[in-house]
């Protein structure tokens, strides 16, 4: 077993996909011959390790939505979090590539890396099954899937509402403030949030952020612009239309 595959903890059963996986596209282009690379087994291994994160981040939070969940992983699977995975398998060292391109600092490139790991999950994922491949993906991401729930979705509710509110419509929510009652060093606020004429919610706190904080947190328990009748726009809908639908329209 090569040092690569000692620290993957895995044996290629077919050398030349893994050769293949760490042979950048440079080699060709410097040679003017053709030559193989990694740019197959890299759109493999896109699909591999976006279908790995999907299915993990769909059984450990079986609470969040479609769009909390796709920022999860968007962050797993971006050039700079596949370069991490990258770089603790030292892999830029492993690469085969032309001078130039090894000259010009190749082996640390964010691109080379992270495309380079795709294409690694990809060769894996051929030369074994998926289940292997899963495993290997999750056993190098144990750190960064343990403090995913750290920070969850949640915890910026205001922008959270915000987002789900301009899918229906370019109008932003308003946080008037209802009261501020007390002394001057404990004051209580009442915040209420409201979009297009609609109440969604209210929320108290110590100071007027976590007063909108909390009326944003209430207003996306009770959804009351669901119940008024507004919906996201639709992919048939025409982009230019604005104007925000409703269950009538």
Same mark, same amino acid.
């Given at each position: 077993?090569?040092?690569?595959?000692?620290?993957?903890k895995?044996?290629?059963?077919?050398?030349?996909?893994?050769?293949?996986?760490?042979?950048?596209?440079?080699?060709?282009?410097?040679?003017?011959?053709?030559?193989?690379?990694?740019?197959?087994?890299?759109? /493999?291994?896109?699909?591999?390790?976006?279908?790995?994160?999907?299915?993990? /981040?769909?059984?450990?939070?079986?609470?969040?939505?479609?769009?909390?969940?796709?920022?999860?992983?968007?962050?797993?699977?971006?050039?700079?979090?596949?370069?991490?995975?990258?770089?603790?398998?030292?892999?830029?060292?492993?690469?085969?590539?032309?001078?130039?391109?090894?000259?010009?600092?190749?082996?640390?490139?964010?691109?080379?890396?992270?495309?380079?790991?795709?294409?690694?999950?990809?060769?894996?994922?051929?030369?074994?099954?998926?289940?292997?491949?899963?495993?290997?993906?999750?056993?190098?991401?144990?750190?960064?899937?343990?403090?995913?729930?750290?920070?969850?979705?949640?915890?910026?509710?205001?922008?959270?509402?915000?987002?789900?509110?301009?899918?229906?419509?370019?109008?932003?929510?308003?946080?008037?403030?209802?009261?501020?009652?007390?002394?001057?060093?404990?004051?209580?606020f009442?915040?209420?949030?409201?979009?297009?004429?609609?109440?969604?919610?209210?929320?108290?706190?110590?100071?007027?952020?976590?007063?909108?904080?909390a009326?944003a947190?209430?207003?996306?328990?009770?959804?009351?612009?669901?119940?008024?009748?507004?919906v996201?726009?639709?992919?048939?809908?025409?982009?230019?239309?604005?104007?925000?639908?409703?269950?009538?329209?």
């Amino acid at each position: 077993m090569n040092p690569l595959e000692v620290r993957l903890k895995y044996k290629f059963r077919n050398p030349l996909l893994l050769a293949e996986a760490l042979t950048h596209p440079s080699i060709g282009h410097e040679t003017q011959r053709h030559h193989f690379d990694n740019q197959r087994l890299e759109f /493999l291994g896109d699909a591999v390790l976006q279908l790995i994160f999907t299915e993990w /981040l769909f059984d450990h939070f079986p609470k969040f939505s479609e769009g909390q969940l796709t920022k999860m992983r968007s962050g797993l699977v971006s050039r700079d979090g596949l370069k991490i995975h990258a770089e603790r398998l030292d892999l830029g060292r492993h690469l085969m590539m032309g001078r130039g391109e090894e000259t010009s600092g190749g082996r640390e490139r964010s691109s080379a890396l992270a495309d380079a790991y795709e294409a690694l999950i990809g060769a894996i994922y051929l030369d074994s099954d998926y289940v292997t491949a899963r495993r290997i993906v999750l056993t190098e991401a144990r750190e960064d899937l343990e403090t995913l729930d750290v920070n969850p979705p949640d915890q910026n509710p205001k922008g959270q509402l915000q987002e789900l509110l301009q899918a229906i419509s370019p109008i932003s929510p308003v946080y008037p403030i209802l009261s501020a009652e007390g002394p001057e060093h404990q004051k209580d606020f009442v915040a209420q949030v409201t979009w297009n004429g609609i109440e969604l919610g209210e929320g108290r706190g110590h100071s007027k952020k976590d007063a909108e904080t909390a009326a944003a947190r209430d207003a996306l328990i009770r959804r009351n612009w669901e119940a008024a009748g507004f919906v996201p726009e639709t992919p048939r809908k025409n982009a230019a239309n604005k104007k925000p639908r409703t269950a009538k329209n």
